[in-house]
């Protein structure tokens, strides 16, 4: 049964399940009148404009940015090219610069799932920018050359406020493009995508399935390939299919989405860790292995004391499958990783804690179950002191927003500020 059975949480659509990791007595509430339907969005079909292809021979597309480094000076520019190499080369230049444009040359990656064989994957790293920048930049060549922009954060520190997006289970249905429009609409204007794993969908399509990863990647470009997605996998990017020989996990995923894994001491791209303003972000890989002994577990605990409250105040998790979920879809799905790691959160005093995988929205106040009174057969949660230490939340204001009532996908704004 569920931790949170008997409270009232009432079918959202929105699936961010949020759980601060002090103990504190959960309080249910309703705070949407929405009820998530029962049917499977419909997807878009192949030929809609959000799938477009940039006009123009061998013409750069499925633009993507992400953190490129620790700290926030560095993004990585990704994109595909369809009919030849090109060039892996990205130009760019700050908005107030006289100087010519940078170049940055990157590497060229491609993979083949089972008959397919993918387009030509581009990933270059931007390094040395300036905090709270903007930056423009190029890719392609010729004619078919596209310009995009970004705006770097601030320098990390105590005071910084900045406001993180929230997407997940985004897939490629109508619903889909209901909720990313509902973000950019978003007045907070969330400056970077905390993504919580489930990008594409592709399987789902067993005759269109890498047709489909192209097309998800020309939908959401026109987000990110202005402002950094952070990358969480999901069990859809895991894509291990025996049955066709395909037997190494996250192929097309590892493929196309880059992390800065190693700025972190990371050995995996699935589990890292970056900071950006105030903020400490860990990202957990919930389909990687991460019991006693495993990589991902020495690296995770070896990180949780590397975090500087006084230099991030903020330490937030994203993981894809959360540790509570009063749904019976995908209900204890995360159980194992919160038995092994729950104690940690506690200890280190995780502030938030996102994830996706429900397709239903709910969150909680502070809860941890290592202090249930199990004794009392209902297992009230134990009230514990959470004031102690440098860290001290009263400080900071969380201002939340929930930036879709659309179903099937999942997504939301967090906004950080000292007050
Ligand atoms: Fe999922």
């Known amino acids: 049964m569920s931790l949170f059975q ?77 009919d030849e190499p090109g060039s892996n080369a990205v130009r760019y230049w700050s908005e107030n610069s006289k100087q010519k444009k940078k170049i940055a040359k990157g590497e060229l990656v491609t993979y083949r799932f089972f008959n397919y064989s993918s387009g030509f994957i581009h990933h270059t790293t931007l390094n040395n920018l300036e905090y ?7 890719v392609g060549l010729g004619n078919t050359t596209r310009q995009f922009w970004f705006i770097t954060p601030p320098e990390i520190g105590l005071d910084v406020p900045y406001t993180f997006g929230l997407i997940g289970d985004l897939g490629q249905s109508y619903d889909s493009n209901k909720t990313l429009s509902h973000y950019e609409m978003n007045p907070k204007n969330g400056q970077t995508v905390l993504f919580v794993g489930d990008l594409s969908y592709a399987e789902n399509f067993p005759y269109d399935v890498n047709l489909r990863r ?49 700025a972190s001491q990371s050995t995996s791209p699935f589990w890292y860790s970056i900071k950006r303003a105030s903020a400490h972000i860990i990202v957990l890989a919930s389909y990687s292995a991460y019991g006693k002994y495993t990589p991902q577990n020495q690296w995770f605990e070896q990180e949780l004391p590397k975090v500087n409250r006084t230099e ?72 514990r002191s959470i004031s102690s230490g440098i860290h001290n939340h009263r400080r900071w204001r969380e201002s939340w927003g929930v930036s879709n009532q659309h179903d099937r ?11």
């Open 214 to 262: 192209d097309t998800w990647g020309r939908f959401v470009e026109r987000s990110v390939a202005y402002q950094p997605w952070i990358w969480t996998v999901g069990n859809h990017e895991i894509d291990f299919a025996p049955e066709i020989g395909e037997t190494e996990p996250f192929k097309p995923y590892s493929n196309r989405y880059y992390t800065p894994y190693k």
């Open 6 to 82: 008997g409270l009232s949480f009432p079918g959202f659509l929105l699936p961010l399940a949020l759980f601060f990791s002090c103990v504190f007595l959960c309080h249910g509430g309703t705070t949407s009148i929405f009820v998530r339907n029962v049917q499977k969005g419909t997807t878009m079909s192949l030929d809609s404009d959000v799938f477009s292809v940039p006009s123009g021979y061998n013409a750069p597309q499925q633009v993507h940015i992400t953190q490129g480094d620790l700290v926030g000076k560095a993004v990585i520019v990704s994109w595909i090219t369809e």
């Open 409 to 419: 996908t999942t997504a939301g704004i967090l906004g950080i500020q000292r007050v």
């Open 132 to 138: 709270n920048t903007k930056y423009y930049y190029e």
């Open 312 to 383: 991030t105040p903020w330490l937030i998790v994203v993981m894809h499958a959360p540790w509570y979920n009063s749904y019976n879809y995908h209900y204890m799905e995360g159980e194992t990783m919160r038995v092994m790691y729950e104690p940690w959160f506690v200890e280190y005093k995780v502030d938030v804690v996102f994830a996706g995988h429900v397709h239903a929205y709910e969150r909680t106040g502070r809860v941890s179950n290592i202090a249930y009174n199990v004794v009392n057969g209902i297992c009230t949660p134990v009230k």
